[in-house]
Structure formats: C-alpha cells, structure tokens
C-alpha cells in the first residue's frame, strides 16, 4: 500500500554529550558507548519493520534524538544502505539528520553526506551566548554560524532551530535576532516557543522562582509577529513551529502530521501502521541499555502494538492536521469518525475566529486558534 501522505522512517539515537535543562526528549548521557552493538541492534529492529511493511516505498527516513549527530557516520551509512536493501525508495527519498552544532559532530558533516544524508536539522535554539549558557548548551553562538555555513556547503538541504519567548525575552530583542537568523537561513526554519515541559530541571527552577516563563499575552505577541515576518521573508509557517519555502517543508514531518504511517526504530520510537483495515500504534522500550537488550534477544525492542479504533484515529487525525496550515481533509475525518463536526461546536469556532474552512473539503486553524489549538481540538473530537 503507497499514499501520497508518503511513508517514513524514524531512528532514534537516545545519547547527548549532556541533558540541557529544558529537554524532556528520550535522550542520555553515557560515558560509552557501544557503536557496533549499538548499529548491529539498529539494523536488526529495522529488519523486524521490513518484514511487517514488504511492499512500501519509503519516502523519508529522520535520524532524531538525542543527538544523531553523535553517531559514527559508518552507522548511519550501515542503516541507509539497510533500508535501500529492503524497502524500494521514492526518487525525492529525504534523508534528515539532527545535528547538534559543536566542533566535532560539524567534523562529521561531510561522513555524513557521504553515507547519504541530504538534509540536515541543526540545534541552533539562540544566537546569544550568555543566551546559550543558560538553555545548557554545550555550544557558542560562533560555533552554531559556522555549523551553519559548513551545512549550507555540505548538504542540499539546511534547516536549524531555534527556542525563542524565553524569560525576559523582549520583542526588540527577538526581532534582532531573528534578522540575524534569516540572514543564516536556507529554506526552511523552525521555531519553538519555550515550553517548561514536565520532569525538567527547568520545570523545577521555575518552581524554586528561580525564574518566571514569558507572560501569555508576550508570547502571543512573538508568536504573531513572528508568524507576519516570516511570510514577509518567503517562508510561511506551514505548520505552527515550522517555516518553508513552498516545496522546501520537512516531507518526512509531513508524513506524521498528514497522518501517515511511519516505523519508529530505536528505544522510546513511536509508529503508525497500516495493515489491512487497522492502524497500529507500535511504541518501543525507552531506556537504552533494555532496548539494546531486547532487540538482541527477541529481534526488536517493540513493548506495545495497540490496534487504534476509528475514534482514535479520527482524534489523531485532527491533533495532527490542524497543526498544519493545509488543514485537515474533511471527508477523511468523517470517514473515520463516522459522523460531521458537531454543528453547535463548529459554528462556535467559526464565529470566534478559531478555525476556517476551506471550501467544502477541508477544515483549519486560524492564526489565533493555533495559539489555542488543544482546546480547539477537544472541542472538535469530542
Ligand atoms: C529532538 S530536539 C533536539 C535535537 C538536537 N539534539 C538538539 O538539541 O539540537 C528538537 C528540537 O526541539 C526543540 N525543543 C526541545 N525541547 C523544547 C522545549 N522544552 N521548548 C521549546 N523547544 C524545545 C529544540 O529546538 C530542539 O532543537
Ligand atoms: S535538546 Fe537535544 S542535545 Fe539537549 S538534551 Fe534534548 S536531545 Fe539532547
């Protein structure tokens, strides 16, 4: 089974040179690690996938993480080559890698392109020292140009990121900086807002006062203004965070967000499989060293295959597709859902200035809803 929502893979390389305080990704610092154990483990979880998806073409595959970066280029050209080997691949096939920009893994630049790489995500997250500093990188501001001009030369294709309404973070100052990042960007750009995620040391800093999140209204403004600037600049948001030429978006996110299916490798991966009438939602063991374990012994670190009914998927479908400015496909939420948006609910919506249509076919977020986008969908799901 092929659709044009494209069919992706996702490797996750679980291990950073160290945690930064804002991060609740499934990431680890080791003092080793095992880099044959660990492609060997790879390549034979990715065989499990093979078996369970013969037939697909892949249209992307995203090494993320932790910092993938970190992984010797021979892994990653051990895992393209695997994929190749077992999946026929789609001609505009993407292959992603994060990168983290500090002066090794940009020493690493050209194995990587080498091994087959032809996009790079690079973790820029502020163009200020002092900045960096206090969001626990453990790379300059200096260090993150470079990184950014050796990529541009490397790979076909560069995006970066950055981390912006943070504490005390003013207008003024983001506006220079984001002209500062334009100058630097390629095609495509990301930009996050803080988020105090749950289980962070930032979370408890903010907790002890060591320091206060921007006020909402702030953050509404930055993210308004920065949404304006950005389509001035070519390169629309087509989704909340994420900035593109048109052409230039992240096809292998856009697999998860138009609702695709997709294989998760590695510990803590997530995927979503079609087989027959069902999706699946298939999650692996998060801790490195159980994974590794697993995948030896039983041939892949797979905890949990749960068949997701039509509700779910029809609830996933809108989490999903109203992050997008494409919206989400009317007919294929009815279809699943068995039933049209609750009239009472969607005029509500509509009238408020929260979410459009888009002719009869597709249904978005606005601007403001976006800001308010897991109320709009709850009240859209339910
Ligand atoms: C998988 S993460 C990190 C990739 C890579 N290891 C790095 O640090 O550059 C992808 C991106 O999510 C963003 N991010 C992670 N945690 C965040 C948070 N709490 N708030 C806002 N953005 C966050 C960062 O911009 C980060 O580059
Ligand atoms: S932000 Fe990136 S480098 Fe920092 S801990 Fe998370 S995954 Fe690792």
Redesign the pocket.
């Known amino acids: 089974m092929n659709d044009d929502r494209g069919f992706g893979i996702y490797v996750h390389w679980p291990f950073?040179r160290a945690k930064?305080p804002?991060?609740d990704?499934n990431s680890h610092v080791r003092e080793a690690i095992d880099q044959r154990r660990w492609r060997d483990a790879l390549l034979t979880e990715l065989t499990h996938y093979a078996e369970q998806t013969a037939g697909r073409t892949v249209t992307s595959l995203f090494f993320?993480?932790?910092?993938p970066s970190l992984m010797e280029p021979e892994t990653t050209a051990a895992v393209i080559e695997t994929v190749r080997r077992h999946w026929a691949t789609a001609p505009d096939f993407e292959i992603t890698l994060?990168a983290?920009p500090t002066s090794v893994e940009i020493g690493r630049f050209r194995g990587f392109r080498d091994a087959g790489v032809n996009r790079v995500s690079i973790?820029v997250?502020a163009l200020d020292d002092a900045m960096l500093k206090f969001l626990g990188r453990q790379h300059s501001a200096g260090e993150a140009i470079q990184a950014l001009e050796i990529g541009r030369a490397t790979f076909p294709r560069l995006s970066f990121?950055l981390?912006y309404a943070r504490p005390g973070q003013t207008l003024d100052a983001w506006q220079d900086e984001l002209a500062a990042a334009l100058d630097l960007a390629d095609r495509h750009i990301?930009l996050?807002?803080?988020?105090i995620?749950p289980g962070t040391a930032f979370e408890q800093r903010v907790a002890r006062g060591d320091f206060q999140t921007l006020p909402e209204e702030e953050q509404a403004t930055l993210f308004d203004w920065t949404a304006a600037r950005l389509d001035h600049a070519g390169l629309p948001a087509y989704e909340i965070s994420n900035h593109a030429r048109p052409g230039e978006e992240s096809r292998h996110n856009l697999t998860y967000w138009r609702y695709g299916d997709y294989a998760g490798i590695g510990p803590g991966a997530h995927g979503r499989l079609t087989r027959g009438s069902e999706k699946l939602a298939t999650a692996t063991e998060r801790k490195p060293e159980s994974w590794l374990e697993m995948v030896e012994r039983d041939g892949h670190g797979i905890l949990e295959e749960e068949r997701l009914g039509y509700e779910e998927q029809s609830d996933e479908l809108l989490l999903m597709g109203l992050r997008l400015k494409e919206g989400v496909d009317l007919a294929r939420w009815q279809q699943l859902s068995g039933r049209d948006p609750d009239p009472a609910r969607e005029e509500f919506l509509l009238e408020h200035g929260f979410i459009e249509r888009l002719g009869n076919s597709r249904l978005r977020c606005t601007p403001s809803g976006m800001l308010i986008l897991d109320s709009v969908v709850a009240d859209l799901a339910c």
Request: net charge negative; glycine share 20%.
């Open positions: 950073c930064c804002y991060c990704f993320g993480g932790g910092t994060e983290n973790g997250q990121d981390i990301s996050y807002q803080l988020t995620e």
